[in-house]
């Protein structure tokens, strides 16, 4: 188990829709990460928040939007669904100091678009 | 921006035989972090090895070990005495050291099959 939270772990939906992909990080990271897997693909960086400040992006669609409460929870909102935006949706969470530098995954929200 | 590299994308080990996994990347940067990632079919991402640059001494993880060599920028992994249990995709991921800039970049991945 590694402290990282995601809900819902499975979702369908269709094509126009709009979803919230939640995650919880692990207790006392500040950091939270966003990855997108396509269907037999790597894992594609889509966006960073620290303390609830975004602080990295990388190829997040317009469609979609990130944020971080107070709280550190962060929420995925994926809107406008087309077919290919099915997909494993990853969060992890890690500490900002040097410590040993790994991100913590949680299992995944595996999004279907019909 | 850094860019990793897997050139299997399949490869296949009788159980108990030894495989290697290649892994390259490309970075202008001294200080960083090497991982390799197994996610089973379970899609779960599970560290398996971590390499800081700055220490000269491959990792070993019980069967799993690496030869990290920094000049060519290379890291690939070597499971030993391949278990059923080893089945998965394996990732290649880069993390910089650098404030700022701590998001891990993966490679493609290589799909590992035990034959039994």
């Known amino acids: 188990d590694s402290g990282v939270t995601q809900t819902p772990k499975h979702l369908i939906t269709a094509t126009g829709q709009r979803v919230t992909l939640r995650c919880s990080p692990r207790?006392?990271?500040?950091?939270v990460y966003w990855y997108q897997q396509s269907l037999d693909q790597g894992l594609q960086f889509l966006i960073q928040y620290y303390n609830g400040e975004e602080r990295a992006k990388g190829n997040i669609l317009e469609r979609f939007s990130a944020q971080q409460f107070p709280d550190l929870h962060s929420e995925l909102n994926l809107s406008s669904l087309e077919l290919g935006d099915s997909a494993l949706y990853f969060c992890?969470?890690?500490?900002?100091?040097?410590?040993?530098?790994?991100?913590?995954f949680g299992e995944g929200s595996r999004l279907t678009v019909l | 921006a850094q860019t990793v590299t897997q050139s299997q994308p399949e490869m296949s080990v009788q159980e108990a035989e030894t495989v290697t996994l290649s892994c390259t990347y490309d970075?202008?940067?001294?200080?960083?972090?090497l991982f390799w990632y197994k996610q089973p079919p379970s899609r779960q991402m599970i560290l398996v090895i971590r390499q800081e640059a700055y220490k000269q001494q491959n990792a070993t993880e019980n069967r799993f070990s690496v030869n990290f060599q920094k000049a060519a920028k290379s890291f690939s992994l070597k499971i030993s005495d391949s278990q059923l249990g080893d089945a998965a995709m394996y990732f290649c991921?880069?993390?910089?050291?650098?404030?700022?800039?701590?998001?891990?970049?993966f490679g493609t991945g290589t799909r590992l099959t035990i034959i039994p």
């Open positions: 207790s006392g990271d500040l950091s």
């Open positions: 970075t202008s940067e001294s200080d960083y972090y």
């Open positions: 991921a880069y993390r910089s050291a650098a404030f700022g800039n701590e998001k891990l970049t």
């Open positions: 992890a969470s890690s500490a900002l100091d040097r410590g040993t530098g790994e991100l913590f």
